[in-house]
C-alpha cells in the first residue's frame, strides 16, 4: 500500500491510544499472512508490514477529537438513526455539518474487543482508502469503540427488490467486479452477509475485513454477489396469494437477466476461472426453476395451500399458549422433590 507522505519509522511512531501495541500484537499472531494478491502463497513479513497502515491510522485519529462529541452515545440515541448491527456493534447514520456518516460502536465489552476493532474495523478500510465502491474510513477511536465511515446511499442486499435489480445495468456489475478486484489485491476480505452490500449508484460494500484473519479468496466474494442478486430481499416477500407469486415470478425473472448478464461478463473478464463459471450457472438454473414454478397454477395452489396451513397450525399454538398461560398453571420442568428413582 502507499500513502501520499513519507513512511515514518515503527520506532518513531507516537502511541496510537494503544493500537501500535494491538497492531504488533495483531502482527505477531498472523505470520505468515496471505500475499496480497491472494494466490494462497505466504510471505515472509518483516517488523515494518504494518507501517504504513499504522502511519494513515495515525492521521486518521488525530480527526477523531472533531467528532467525538457528536458520535457519542447519548448524542447517536437523540439524533442518529439505527440502521444495522450485529452480536458485537450497533451502527448508526447521523448528518454532521451536511454530510451524513456511518457510526459503528462496539458493544459494552468492546475493551475486550479492541484487537479486533483495530484488525477488522480499521486496519482494513485503511487498505481500503481510495478504491471506489468500498467503505470509507474517516476516523476511528479504540478507546470509544467507535469508526466512523462515510455513509453510502443506496438499498441494502437484503432488501433488494425487481425495481432496485432492474435498474443494476452492466456497467455496475463492471464496476462491482473491479471494485472486489482492488479489494482481493489490497488484503481486504468482505462480509458476506447480503445487507453488506449497498445497491445505489453503484454496488459498495460495507464491513470491511482484513484479510489475515478472514482468507478469502477472490472467487468467493464474487460468489458473495452472486448471492446477493440470486437471493437478496427473497425473504421479504409474502406467499399467499396468486398475485405474491406472480410478483415472485417477475422479480425471479430479472434476477434471471441479471445473473446471466454477469455471466457473459465474468467469462470475458475470468474466462479460465471455473468456479465462477459453475457457481453462475448453478444459480441461473436455479433461479430460473424458481420462476418457472411461480408461474405454474398447479404449484402455485398447492404452495397457498401449505402456507395456510402452517398459519393455522401457528395461529392453533398461540391460541393454547395464551389459554394455558391464562390458567394459572405452571410447567414443571423436572420431577417433583418426592421423586424416588
Not at 448508526?92 to 459503528?104: C, E, F, K, N, P
Amino acid at each position: 500500500m502507499s500513502i501520499e507522505s513519507e513512511t515514518p519509522s515503527r520506532n518513531h511512531l507516537p502511541p496510537l491510544d494503544n493500537s501500535t501495541k494491538l497492531f504488533e500484537e495483531w502482527r505477531q499472531t498472523n505470520l505468515p499472512p496471505e500475499v496480497r494478491a491472494g494466490t494462497g502463497e505466504p510471505q515472509e513479513v518483516g517488523t515494518d508490514y504494518y507501517s504504513d497502515e499504522l502511519a494513515v491510522a495515525e492521521r486518521l485519529q488525530d480527526d477523531y477529537p472533531h467528532f467525538a462529541d457528536l458520535v457519542s452515545d447519548e448524542n447517536l440515541a437523540s439524533n442518529g438513526t439505527l440502521i444495522g448491527g450485529g452480536m458485537s456493534a450497533t451502527v448508526h447514520r447521523i448528518t454532521l455539518g451536511g454530510i451524513d456518516y456511518a457510526v459503528r460502536t462496539l458493544g459494552a465489552n468492546h475493551s475486550e474487543l479492541k484487537l479486533p476493532l483495530v484488525a477488522a474495523s480499521v486496519l482494513a478500510p485503511i487498505r481500503a482508502h481510495g478504491v471506489v465502491g468500498a467503505e470509507q474510513l474517516v476516523t476511528f477511536s479504540v478507546a470509544d469503540g467507535k469508526t466512523i465511515s462515510h455513509f453510502i446511499e443506496g438499498t441494502p442486499g437484503n432488501r433488494l427488490t425487481a425495481d432496485v435489480l432492474g435498474g443494476v445495468d452492466d456497467v455496475r456489475l463492471e464496476e462491482a467486479l473491479a471494485t472486489l478486484e482492488q479489494l482481493q489485491l489490497a488484503g481486504v476480505s468482505i462480509d458476506g452477509k447480503r445487507a453488506n452490500f449497498i445497491i445505489g449508484n453503484r454496488i459498495s460494500c460495507v464491513d470491511l475485513g482484513a484479510a489475515e484473519r478472514f482468507p478469502q479468496t477472490y472467487a468467493q466474494k464474487v460468489d458473495y454477489l452472486i448471492n446477493v442478486i440470486a437471493n437478496g430481499g427473497l425473504d421479504l416477500h409474502p406467499q399467499a396469494s396468486e398475485a405474491d407469486f406472480a410478483d415472485l415470478a417477475h422479480e425471479e425473472s430479472v434476477r434471471v437477466a441479471l445473473l446471466e448478464r454477469l455471466q457473459i461478463i465474468t467469462s470475458r473478464r475470468y474466462p479460465d476461472d471455473r468456479d465462477i463459471e459453475q457457481r453462475l450457472a448453478a444459480e441461473i438454473s436455479r433461479v430460473r426453476q424458481n420462476q418457472l414454478n411461480y408461474a405454474d397454477p398447479d404449484y402455485v395452489a398447492k404452495a397457498i395451500a401449505a402456507d395456510e396451513a402452517r398459519r393455522a397450525a401457528s395461529r392453533a399454538a398461540d391460541k393454547a399458549t395464551s389459554e394455558f398461560a391464562a390458567s394459572g398453571m405452571r410447567v414443571i420442568t423436572g420431577p417433583p422433590d418426592d421423586y424416588v428413582n
